[in-house]
C-alpha cells in the first residue's frame, strides 16, 4: 500500500503560480512512477504530467506544457507540481497518484491515489 497526500492547493488568479506537493508513505516510492490528474466539475478526471520512478522521463498534456513542470524527490518520499501561468480553466481537484507501472498516462494504470486538493483559478 502507498498512502499519498497532496497540499499547496489554493485561490489565485490567472497568470499567478501554486506550487503542489504530495508526500508519499508506505511502499518504497522510488518503485513507483507517479502522476497528477485534475478533475474539474462535471468532467472526467484527466492527466496532467507523469514522472517515471527515476525522475529520468516526464510527460504532460498538451493544455499544460510549457507551464506545468513534474518533479519528486525520492529522498523525502515527494512529488511536486508546479504550476505558473496559470489559467481559469486549469480550475480543479487535483490528485496525485502512484503506479507499479514503468511510465503511466491514462487513470487506470494508478492504483493507489491521494485526496485532491482544490485549486482555483480566478480570472
Known amino acids: 500500500q502507498v498512502q499519498l497526500v497532496e497540499s499547496g492547493g489554493g485561490l489565485v488568479q490567472a497568470g499567478g503560480s501554486l506550487r503542489l506537493s504530495c508526500a508519499a508513505s508506505?511502499?518504497?516510492?522510488?518503485?513507483?512512477?507517479m502522476g497528477w490528474f485534475r478533475q474539474a466539475p462535471g468532467k472526467e478526471r484527466e492527466f496532467v504530467a507523469a514522472?517515471?520512478?527515476?525522475?529520468?522521463?516526464?510527460h504532460y498534456a498538451d493544455s499544460v506544457k510549457g507551464r506545468f513542470t513534474i518533479s519528486r524527490d525520492n529522498t523525502k518520499n515527494m512529488l511536486y507540481l508546479q504550476m505558473n501561468s496559470l489559467k481559469p480553466e486549469d480550475t480543479a481537484v487535483y490528485y496525485c497518484?502512484?503506479?507499479?507501472?514503468?511510465?503511466?498516462?491514462?487513470?487506470?494504470?494508478?492504483?493507489?491515489w491521494g485526496q485532491g486538493t482544490q485549486v482555483t483559478v480566478s480570472s
Open positions: 497518484a502512484a503506479s507499479s507501472m514503468w511510465v503511466a498516462l491514462t487513470t487506470t494504470e494508478y492504483a493507489y
Open positions: 508506505g511502499r518504497t516510492f522510488s518503485n513507483y512512477a
Open positions: 514522472i517515471k520512478w527515476s525522475g529520468s522521463m516526464t
